[in-house]
């Protein structure tokens, strides 16, 4: 059975950096995409990130372009975020999901697991 488990998220000032980490078990890592999403209260669960089986390509949503960071270890059978610049508007819980394919997808919809969520929150 396929396991996500994120971790790294954490209590940060507007301006700071986290790095958010995703590990997968159960299954050989390189066949999934995988995608960031996160959900603030009230809100929907709405995309940051997505990256293709082999790294070849990335998504970023428009809010998070330039301080955002998607990476995969293949080797690790692990995904990164890295976050930098990091603003209030960016407190959410954070979802790391999985789908197998090729190519990144952007919907929710689309990805078949997904983690726990991890909370992050950036004070002002």
């Known amino acids: 059975q396929v396991q996500l488990v994120e971790s790294g998220g954490g209590l940060v000032q507007a301006g700071g950096s986290l790095r958010l980490s995703c590990a997968v078990s159960g299954r050989t890592f390189n066949v999934y995409t995988m995608g960031w999403f996160r959900q603030a209260p009230g809100k929907e669960r709405d995309i940051v990130a997505a990256i293709s089986r082999s790294s070849g390509s990335t998504y970023y949503a428009d809010s998070v372009k330039g301080r955002f960071t998607f990476s995969r270890d293949n080797a690790k059978n692990t995904v990164y975020l890295q976050m930098n610049n990091l603003k209030p508007e960016d407190t959410a819980v954070y979802y790391c999901?999985?789908?197998?394919?090729?190519?990144?997808?952007?919907?929710?919809?689309?990805?078949?697991?997904w983690g726990q969520g991890i909370q992050v929150t950036v004070s002002s």
């Open positions: 999901a999985a789908r197998v394919g090729s190519f990144y997808r952007t919907a929710a919809d689309d990805y078949d697991k």
